[in-house]
């Protein structure tokens, strides 16, 4: 299967991964203009009203950049959902989107077929985040037009199974549009999702680390000098397994090494010490090692490409 045209303008097969607070306009700007695609989550635009100006500033930009380079147009970006009940926004931010006709719909914790129509309605897809093939079944039945196969070593909330079964299971019987996720910070990395079987990298961590980044300097200079084993498995912050800076949980006053698993106790425990999940807990991946400075998201993306490149050339001549 032929991936939708919209894809047609990216220099790299990268999606950028909506990251909880630390993703805005500039970095999304930034990714898209590099050529690769950008998104953020619409909750992190506060107030509400915020998400209106968020993509009349993204989307301005573009076209601008689009422009001064009709050789070399930005890439789509996407706008991440909260399918969850929780989020009370839900309605109001799918209004929104549709106002601005945004390209790329990402949905997560929940799939949703009337999201995925009013998505197809204006003209634009709908990717789903998953763990298992169970859960990526439910949402093509829904109607997503593709996955995110969010595997273990992933930053934030990510699943358990390796890259290789996830991927393998879910290209048993689906043809469309695949992203991996999980551990993916060098060009060769992209290349060997690309061989097994996905159409994108899926790249968080690495982002965080950059000048367009809304993160605090010290969680990017966690990034920065962190290794896979500062990464901590835990469901203790948000009652979801999710993968977390030790140094972000140490700093909060917990033992990393003795974490109480997830319930009413647990939570009031994590709680009590003043610190939240993703402003003071960090989301990270294991795929940190390799991150060794803070540099801009376009300079990122261009080393990102020259590595693909010499993999690329090195693997198949």
Request: net charge negative.
């Amino acid at each position: 299967m032929s991936l939708p045209a919209i894809f047609d303008r990216l220099r790299l097969p990268v999606i950028g991964a909506p990251l909880f607070i630390v993703s805005g306009p500039a970095l999304v700007v930034a990714q898209c203009k590099a050529g690769v695609v950008g998104s953020f989550p619409a909750l992190n635009a506060r107030p509400q009203s915020q998400l209106d100006e968020w993509l009349h500033e993204i989307t301005e930009a573009l076209a601008e950049h689009d422009r001064a380079h009709p050789d070399a147009p930005a890439a789509p970006f996407a706008v991440n959902q909260i399918v969850h009940r929780s989020n009370t926004r839900f309605e109001e931010d799918m209004a929104t989107c549709a106002k601005w006709k945004v390209p790329i719909v990402i949905t997560s914790l929940g799939a949703r077929e009337d999201l995925n129509q009013a998505v197809h309605g204006w003209g634009g897809i709908t990717l789903h985040d998953i763990i298992d093939d169970r859960y990526a079944r439910k949402a093509i039945e829904k109607g997503a037009d593709g996955l995110i196969a969010v595997a273990a070593g992933a930053g934030g909330h990510a699943g358990k199974w390796s890259p290789f079964a996830l991927i393998q299971e879910i290209r048993k019987w689906f043809d469309g549009p695949l992203a991996l996720s999980g551990s993916i910070a060098t060009g060769d990395a992209i290349l060997a999702a690309r061989a097994m079987g996905a159409d994108f990298a899926y790249i968080g961590s690495s982002f965080i680390a950059t000048d367009e980044a809304r993160a605090d300097e010290s969680y990017k200079q966690g990034i920065v000098e962190g290794a896979a084993g500062d990464i901590v498995y835990s469901n203790l912050f948000t009652g979801i397994h999710g993968n977390y800076l030790r140094s972000s949980i140490v700093n909060a006053g917990l033992n990393p090494d003795d974490l109480p698993q997830a319930g009413l106790e647990a939570m009031n425990f994590a709680t009590s010490t003043g610190a939240k999940a993703w402003r003071d807990i960090w989301g990270s991946g294991q795929g940190i090692g390799v991150i060794d400075k803070v540099q801009p998201a376009g300079e990122l993306v261009a080393k990102l490409a020259a590595e693909y490149a010499a993999a690329k050339q090195r693997v198949c001549g």
